[in-house]
């Protein structure tokens, strides 16, 4: 069992930046790839970004590709993703998710085993 707990959103205006933190319980953090994923009012969820087990290895949707980071600290059992040149559409609800799986681009969050609860992000025009 993994436990996620994400942190960092906030309001912040376009242009500007925020880092998410997705915190794990646990001891197996390094066994799961991360994925960060998000949902706007009436929208579906959506992949955002996937990190491997190991770190060495990201991949991004491309709405967001150039902009945003993934990274993570096995040693603190932390994933985070850095979110730059932000704009009104990124709006929504971030997730964070852990995949048991070994693949490099599994995208689809029915998928991933665990989810944190979810953290707004708000970026105003």
């Known amino acids: 069992q993994v436990q996620l707990v994400e942190s960092g959103g906030g309001l912040v205006q376009a242009g500007g930046s925020l880092r998410l933190s997705c915190a794990a319980s646990g001891r197996t953090f390094s066994s799961y790839a991360m994925g960060w994923f998000r949902q706007a009012p009436g929208k579906e969820r959506e992949f955002v970004a996937r990190?491997?087990?190991?770190?060495?290895?990201?991949l991004y949707a491309d709405s967001v590709k150039g902009r945003f980071t993934i990274s993570r600290d096995n040693a603190k059992s932390t994933v985070y993703l850095q979110m730059n040149s932000l704009k009104p559409e990124d709006t929504a609800v971030y997730y964070c998710?852990?995949?048991?799986?070994?693949?490099?681009?599994?995208?689809?969050?029915?998928?991933?085993?665990?989810w944190g609860q979810g953290t707004q992000v708000t970026v105003s025009s």
């Open positions: 998710a852990a995949d048991r799986s070994t693949s490099v681009n599994n995208i689809k969050g029915d998928d991933y085993d665990y």
């Open positions: 990190i491997t087990r190991s770190g060495v290895n990201t």
